[in-house]
């Protein structure tokens, strides 16, 4: 099954919108630069329309780094996914592993925005993985099985071939520490299993990513693990440069 690699930059709370532009006009990818990866960036809200503009026509899509699950109504300081529509966005982040942390995301939460951003169009990149803890305990498997589980409960086979997911172990994530290629396959693969007990073949077309300082030295080794598709990356997609050389070195 040939599936398409992603590379998603994640800026996190990173760049303010003079930073922003900077880094397309420096990034200045062209319409058919990648024509074999798919290629997205998601910077905070306050840049996208700046960077919807100054990526338009390129090889780049648009991503957001969170959502709400509601269409509209009073819910201060929230964002939906049809206002991250109009502003071009294709892929939204959903349950990153920093938010389920710091803003006490629930799976439950996480699953409603998986729903809501599946039924407005939008790809959500669905994040899971485990702490150190879980992982010395031996309990990192059943846990990202479990995360999964609980995030696509109740969507049909089709939705759920048009989720992307990214194993993001929590020990790898800013902390210089990748998993070992073949540790991160393996997860990837078990990840691919538990999606196939619940929607069977489509399994095979979801894109599964790695996240977890992700650099452009060790992107190659990654990829070629035959169940990771693609890569979710942080602090090394704010480098333009850096960026650019990943994404050449995934192809
Ligand atoms: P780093 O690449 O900075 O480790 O961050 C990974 C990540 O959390 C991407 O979502």
């Keep these: 099954m040939?599936?398409?690699?992603?590379?998603?930059?994640?800026?996190?709370m990173y760049k303010t919108l003079?930073?922003?532009?900077?880094?397309?006009?420096?990034?200045?990818?062209?319409?058919?630069?990648?024509?074999?990866?798919?290629?997205?960036?998601?910077?905070?809200?306050?840049a996208l329309a700046a960077l919807q503009e100054a990526l338009e026509g390129s090889a780049v899509m648009l991503g957001a780094q969170d959502m709400f699950h509601e269409k509209q109504g009073a819910y201060?300081?929230?964002?939906?996914?049809?206002?991250?529509?109009?502003?071009?966005?294709?892929?939204?982040?959903?349950?990153?592993s920093?938010?389920?942390?710091?803003?006490?995301e629930t799976d439950e939460s996480i699953s409603l925005?998986?729903?809501?951003?599946?039924?407005?169009g939008l790809t959500p990149i669905l994040c899971v993985g485990e702490n150190l803890k879980?992982?010395?305990?031996?309990?990192?498997?059943g846990f990202v099985r479990g995360q999964v589980e609980k995030a696509l409960v109740d969507l049909s086979s089709t939705e759920m071939g048009g989720v992307v997911i990214a194993y993001e172990p929590i020990w790898a994530i800013g902390t210089g520490k990748t998993a070992t290629s073949e540790e991160a396959g393996k997860m990837c693969q078990a990840?691919?299993?538990t999606v196939a007990g619940m929607a069977g073949g489509v399994a095979q077309e979801m894109r599964i990513l790695y996240g977890g300082s992700v650099n452009k030295g060790n992107i190659a080794e990654l990829m070629?693990?035959?169940?990771?598709?693609?890569?979710?990356?942080?602090?090394?997609?704010?480098?333009?440069?850096?960026?650019r050389e990943i994404i050449q070195q995934a192809r």
């Design 2 to 12: 040939e599936r398409k690699p992603l590379i998603a930059g994640n800026w996190k």
């Design 18 to 46: 003079a930073e922003a532009r900077e880094f397309a006009k420096e990034f200045a990818a062209g319409p058919n630069e990648w024509p074999d990866v798919d290629v997205v960036i998601c910077p905070p809200y306050t």
């Design 76 to 96: 201060t300081g929230e964002i939906s996914a049809g206002m991250l529509k109009e502003l071009s966005c294709r892929f939204v982040i959903i349950g990153h």
């Design 98 to 104: 920093e938010r389920r942390e710091h803003i006490r």
């Design 113 to 120: 925005k998986v729903h809501a951003a599946l039924s407005q």
């Design 134 to 141: 879980q992982r010395e305990q031996g309990k990192a498997l």
């Design 191 to 193: 990840i691919r299993t």
């Design 224 to 243: 070629r693990e035959s169940h990771i598709d693609g890569a979710l990356v942080g602090g090394a997609s704010l480098k333009a440069a850096e960026f």
